[in-house]
């Protein structure tokens, strides 16, 4: 099958046309927005593209020795950073090859664990997950959130942690929620969203976010509403009890800028209001701690790359009272917290972690000793803890728990996972390459050491959303090392990297930088010789599939593959779906004339070059995807297949009951990237050989 034309099922178009701000746009495949659990014929649809796409990779070598090595390279023990509530400790745990992870509890940090929750025995196919949990400050309940299926909804509940039984609790309708105890353990802040029209639940816009109350052993209908802005239905809440008990801050936000407004509600007053201190949505403001009325947040007001100032709460201006205690540095400030009297403060210094303490008066206190060059994540605790607990990782480095002991500043290995390779084998370097502007742009290149360059390659982006590539062990991505593959992921702009500024750089009408980035840095590969035309893939996920869909079309000469994985594809509709709406802060709005011409421009499903030879492309997405629906790879799929775009595959693949990523089980996690590297392999002329 690999020699000849693939011959694709037949989809139908329809003569459908939207006309803005005087342009005609046809949507020929609008009918496959439909919801692929409810309309016959998408499911008849999705059903052709998986057999033919199935049929294909079949054909090709290499699919079983990848499958293997995956589930070796998966099957080792893994333990999550533990959370101490009470005198308890609570922790994520996966044997190795478990579908999904378990919640443990031990009563002393090096006590036996024991079970509280097991996720892999509430489905059959393993594809339920366990997602959100917080333990109550005395540790004696634990609220936590179910995540069936892929799907962004929450389903959460409420454990007796001593007994084990489950409370009558339980709470519908929440997504993209916080949740925080009150002080007392009597009950919980939370947001939700009202109930959706039947069956819209995995389509309809998510608007009208509340903050709620809920009180244990009552039934949600009698749940206390605190926070709500009608007259702003797209504002979300986020809700979040001090660690003093006194105080109850509530994050609002529009779409995904960093740009928040700020309430608070005096929580030792029954009576109290929710009094807005911030009103406006200007800038970045994340409370990290308080002493009293003296809050501490991590800002970027009159800091693009961040700092940490104090405001006082109960002062009539409390924005007057801002005090600096912080300041910028060169380096972009990643996050912070209040642990134990200190502050801790991550740094991303060229994508790279670096963490530094202070004193609460700004005063520096020094660095945390690292083990070496990767990201380090966690430091959580309270304010009298005498611990913090991180994670640390890199390219070549697994996943490794640290306990820091806040007196001495020791840092002791608490889990170190035991993974079937040998990081001394591989190499990690950072480059900087030239875009088409004049901006210099880093890239970390991760390979076995002594393979033969050029080389099959895997070049990985995302560019959005301020969110940052920092380095990190993947077992799916060491598989196509092994096989003497090399692996480039580049810090385009869009993210988070450099701060605000760099944000800015990829985002709105600034998008077409961020293909120009990656274009640049797949040129940059060829020219320094890692890897050639034919030898390179590129691949990205979500706002990174709409980055492969949109360099594919503007540079289809330069990629052998194409990996887009559940891809915002069509640029000018992704605003009616679900969490669509929310986007609009990085890409601009279709219903807006000038941002719909710069949409317009680069939207993957609308610029598909007929007559020009594509790259063999693998899209891929889930039927309970409800964050970027299935339909936009949907859509580009059947734009692709009816294209004239020369003869290699262009398929798609499509899970059930998987969404956009999270809670995904471990065994669809192995054929997933089975599939992937045997494609992307055989078109990038790598040879696939047993690993012993």
């Known amino acids: 099958m690999p020699a000849s034309k693939l011959t694709y099922p037949q989809t139908r178009r329809d003569n459908v046309t939207d006309d803005y701000f005087g342009t005609k746009v046809a949507d020929p495949y609008r009918w496959l927005e439909n919801d692929v659990r409810e309309d016959r014929q998408v499911a008849d649809w999705v059903a052709a593209e998986n057999k033919l796409t199935d049929s294909y990779l079949a054909s090709l070598p290499g699919h079983d020795i990848f499958a293997r090595r ?90 007796n942690t001593a007994t084990g039984q489950q409370l009558s609790d339980e709470l519908q309708w929440i997504k993209f929620s916080d949740f925080s105890w009150a002080k007392d353990g009597s009950g919980f802040y939370y947001s939700r969203f009202p109930e959706p029209a039947s069956g819209e639940k995995f389509q309809a816009t998510n608007e ?21 802005t009608p007259g702003h239905p797209k504002y979300g809440h ?36 929710p009094r807005t201190i911030i009103p406006e949505l200007t800038n970045q403001w994340v409370p990290i701690g308080n002493m009293g009325s003296t809050f501490y947040f991590n800002t970027n007001k009159d800091a693009p790359r961040g700092r940490i100032v104090t405001l006082d709460v109960a002062a009539a201006d409390p924005v007057a009272t801002m005090r600096e205690i912080v300041p910028q540095s060169e380096a972009t400030l990643d996050g912070a917290n209040m642990v134990g009297g200190r502050i801790f403060a991550s740094y991303l210094v060229d994508a790279k972690t670096e963490v530094l303490r202070y004193a609460p008066d700004g005063k520096a206190l020094g660095k945390v000793d690292l083990p070496g060059i990767g990201t380090a994540s ?14 640390f990782t890199s390219f070549a480095t697994p996943t490794t728990i640290y306990r820091y002991d806040i007196a001495t500043g020791q840092t002791t290995a608490w889990a170190t996972p035991k993974v079937d390779f040998d990081p001394s084998q591989y190499e990690v370097k950072q480059r900087f390459y030239t ?9 970390f290149i991760v390979h076995k050491k002594g393979i033969k360059l050029p080389a099959p390659t895997l070049l990985y982006g995302y560019g959005g959303f301020n969110i940052s590539l920092t380095p990190g062990f993947s077992s799916t991505r060491l598989a196509w090392m092994e096989q003497g593959g090399v692996l480039a992921v580049a810090n385009l702009r869009g993210g988070g990297e450099y701060g605000k500024a760099w944000h800015d750089g990829g985002r709105l009408h600034n998008k077409q930088n961020v293909f120009d980035d990656f274009i640049a840095a797949g040129e940059d590969l060829i020219a320094q010789g ?42 000018l509709r992704f605003n009616k779906f679900t969490a669509g709406r929310y986007w609009v802060d990085d890409y601009g709005s279709p219903e807006n004339e000038a941002d719909f011409k710069v949409l317009r421009s680069y939207s993957p499903y609308h610029n598909i070059r007929s007559g020009v030879e594509y790259p063999a492309i693998l899209a891929s997405t889930a039927d309970t995807d409800d964050r970027v629906v299935p339909g936009h790879t949907f859509k580009y799929t059947a734009a692709l297949q009816h294209a004239d775009i020369g003869d290699k595959p262009h398929l798609v693949t499509i899970e ?8 995904k089980p471990t065994d669809k996690i192995i054929e997933e990237y089975a599939n992937l590297w045997t494609f992307a392999a055989y078109w990038t002329g790598m040879k696939v050989k047993s690993v012993e």
């Open 70 to 159: 995956l589930k070796a390279l998966m099957d080792y023990e893994r333990f999550g950073i533990p959370v101490e509530q009470g005198g308890h400790y609570f922790y994520m745990h996966n044997s190795g090859l478990q579908n999904q992870a378990e919640l443990f509890m031990r009563d002393s940090l090096d006590g036996e664990g024991r079970v509280l929750l097991n996720p892999n025995e509430w489905s059959a196919d393993g594809a339920t997950a366990l997602a959100e949990w917080v333990p109550s400050e005395d540790g004696k309940y634990l609220l936590y959130s179910v995540q069936d299926g892929g799907t962004d909804w929450r389903t959460v509940k409420v454990l």
């Open 208 to 228: 009208n976010q509340k903050v709620y109350f809920h009180k244990l052993g009552t039934a949600q209908a009698d749940d206390r509403m605190i926070y709500a």
């Open 238 to 273: 986020s809700a979040h009890v001090t660690d003093d008990g006194k105080w109850l801050v509530i994050i609002t936000s529009e779409g995904t800028d960093n740009r928040y407004a700020v309430t608070v509600k005096d929580l030792t007053k029954a009576d109290s209001e």
């Open 378 to 391: 966690g430091f959580g605790g309270e304010p009298d803890s005498t611990e913090t607990f991180f994670a």
């Open 435 to 443: 875009s088409k502007d004049g901006t210099r742009v880093p890239m």
């Open 530 to 571: 890692v890897t050639t035309k034919k030898q390179l893939a590129i691949q990205g996920g979500s706002n990174g599939g709409l980055l492969v869909g949109a360099v594919t079309n503007q540079r289809p000469d330069l990629f052998a593959v194409a990996l887009p994985a559940v891809g915002v594809m069509d640029m």
């Open 656 to 663: 059930t009951r998987a969404g956009h990523g999270s809670g």
